[in-house]
């Protein structure tokens, strides 16, 4: 059964900028009206302006989505604008850079607030809204490393991982009622997400800058590129979405190779960190 967007209101979170913002105006030209969510509030008013130019009803919300009483409201106000939402897309992310002895675990919390649960309580919030919705979608962004794990990006994996478990264990709930799901597993997209990666203190900034630089370029696919596909898949109720080439290898590659994957993709100038150094890390 094929969802129209056509008249639909769909929220986005994570709008003003890269997948978010690309996809808010691929839903536009299909008809769909946009509740807009972000903290950046002037990146989060071009993108509006711009969806508004298509003929479509837009609000936009500024907010945190690691503040819980925010999140809380946000149905209310959205429902207030629209009266009605159907599609629901769990898009913000953040990164954060460092292994897993660089680590605080502030940081790890602090990932985990924005990357998984902002995504579970804005589900459990639109939740009474997508069920009253003759037919109701919701998107969850995972990762490329939701799918494998390479070293430095434990807390960014672990998130990622849970998002992609908790997304299908609902959608197997689910089956049945009005509401499908997709869980997204986009590989290198072109956004600003490392650049805005948050660094930790016990971390040389000139060199996570270096790897992070190194990390952007791999990051190939269009935004614009990845919002089509995420919009088909809005529209066709696909229950799983990798996007890229580098993605559906991957995906291959750790189903054949479930403990060996990493020994076979890692690039060769990747030395592993000495006991010593980790010891320290962690003690420090």
């Known amino acids: ?3 129209p967007l056509r008249g639909a209101t769909v929220v986005i979170t994570g709008a ?3 997948i978010g913002a690309a996809l808010a105006l691929c839903l536009g030209r ?3 009206h ?4 972000d903290r950046n509030e002037a990146g989060l008013a071009t993108v509006a302006a711009q969806a ?3 003929g479509v009803r837009v609000s936009t919300h500024v907010l945190d989505v690691s503040d819980t009483a925010a999140l809380n409201a946000l149905p209310a106000a959205i429902l207030t604008e629209h009266g009605q939402v159907s599609v629901l897309v769990n898009n913000a992310g953040v990164a954060l850079a460092g292994r897993f002895a660089d680590l605080a675990i502030e940081d790890i919390e602090w990932l985990f607030g924005i990357n998984f649960w902002a995504p579970v309580r804005l ?3 639109f939740m009474p809204s997508l069920l009253a919705a003759p037919a109701a979608h919701i998107v969850n962004m995972s990762s490329l490393f939701g799918l494998i794990a390479p070293p430095g990006q434990t807390a960014y994996c672990a998130a990622k991982f849970a998002l992609r478990g908790f997304s299908e264990s609902l959608r197997h709930e689910l089956a049945g009622s009005s509401i499908t799901l997709t869980v997204v597993h986009p590989g290198g997209v072109r956004t600003e997400i490392a650049n805005s990666a948050r660094i930790p203190r016990t971390i040389d900034p000139a060199l996570a800058r270096a790897q992070l630089k190194q990390f952007n370029a791999f990051l190939r696919t269009p935004p614009e590129e990845a919002a089509e596909q995420i919009a088909r898949a809005i529209e066709q109720r696909t229950p799983r979405l990798l996007i890229g080439r580098d993605a559906r290898m991957a995906d291959r590659l750790q189903r054949f190779f479930p403990v060996r994957y990493w020994q076979l993709m ?5 030395a592993a960190p000495s006991a010593q150094a980790g010891k320290e890390a962690l003690n420090g």
């Open 30 to 32: 299909r008809g769909a």
């Open 266 to 270: 890692k690039p060769k100038n990747i």
């Open 34 to 37: 946009l509740a807009l969510a």
């Open 16 to 18: 003003a900028s890269g």
């Open 123 to 125: 589900t459990r919030a």
């Open 1 to 3: 059964m094929i969802l």
């Open 52 to 54: 508004r130019s298509l």
